[in-house]
Structure formats: structure tokens, C-alpha cells
């Protein structure tokens, strides 16, 4: 996984999504603000371009019929129609503390509609 800490702001969401991300997903610590969606429509597409496998966000989504179509993961504490204004801001490669669990870049991370199961080891076989 690779994480990202960003507060209404999904510059760097934007970014990391739209660089090659075979095999990863992105976890994102929007601070559980929701006020602004960190992601829509138009970045999952580019995400699911680019090979990522799914975002998870501690904050909004936007768009969520489309995000749904995607061939993409996504995991959110709610829908929200407003974007996120652009300023540049957000930290990449940081331990996230998220619902009382630690995550590390680089561990791994599961996630279905039961919950999320994050790892230091691969739980799984590569297909």
C-alpha cells in the first residue's frame, strides 16, 4: 500500500493516482473530514488507468455511481458532492493511525464490504 495524509485537499490523491500503480492500493488519512470528497469520477478513472487496485479513505468520495462501475476498490466514510479545493497540500509515505490501527507504507492491505485487514506480511498468493 502507499499512504497519504491530506486534509481537504486532494492534490496528492490526484497525483499518486495518475503514476503507475500495479498492485497497490492507496490509503489515504483525510483526517475524517466530511466537508470535501478526496476523490471522484475522473481521478478513479485515471487510478484504474494507471493498474491501481483500490483507494481507501478516511473521509468523502464523490461521484460514487461512476466510482462503482470502476474496476477499482473503494472504501469511504461517506458520499459528499463538494470537491476538495487544490492547494498542494498533503504528506506521502507517512504511518497512518486509523481506526486504532497502524499503517505503514508499504505493508499490505485487504478490504472487502465486511472491513479492512492490514498486514506486514502477503496473506494471499499473486494471481
Known amino acids: 500500500m502507499v499512504t497519504v495524509k491530506c486534509f481537504e485537499d486532494n492534490?496528492?490523491?490526484k497525483e499518486l493516482l495518475a503514476t503507475a500503480g500495479t498492485g497497490k492500493v492507496l490509503v489515504v488519512d483525510g483526517g475524517g473530514s466530511l466537508r470535501c470528497a478526496l476523490l471522484g469520477d475522473m481521478i478513479g478513472d485515471s487510478a484504474v488507468k494507471y493498474g491501481w487496485e483500490g483507494v481507501i479513505i478516511y473521509g468523502c468520495v464523490r461521484d460514487v455511481d461512476a466510482l462503482a462501475k470502476l474496476d477499482l476498490g473503494v472504501?469511504?466514510?461517506a458520499p459528499m458532492p463538494l470537491k476538495s479545493v487544490r492547494k498542494g497540500v498533503g504528506e506521502v509515505g507517512?504511518?497512518?493511525f486509523l481506526g486504532g490501527a497502524t499503517i505503514e507504507n508499504g505493508?499490505?492491505?485487504y478490504a472487502d464490504n465486511n472491513g479492512v485487514?492490514?498486514?506486514s506480511v502477503a496473506l494471499t498468493m499473486p494471481v
Open 11 to 13: 492534490s496528492r490523491v
Open 75 to 77: 472504501q469511504a466514510l
Open 94 to 96: 507517512l504511518t497512518l
Open 107 to 109: 505493508e499490505y492491505i
Open 117 to 119: 485487514i492490514v498486514s
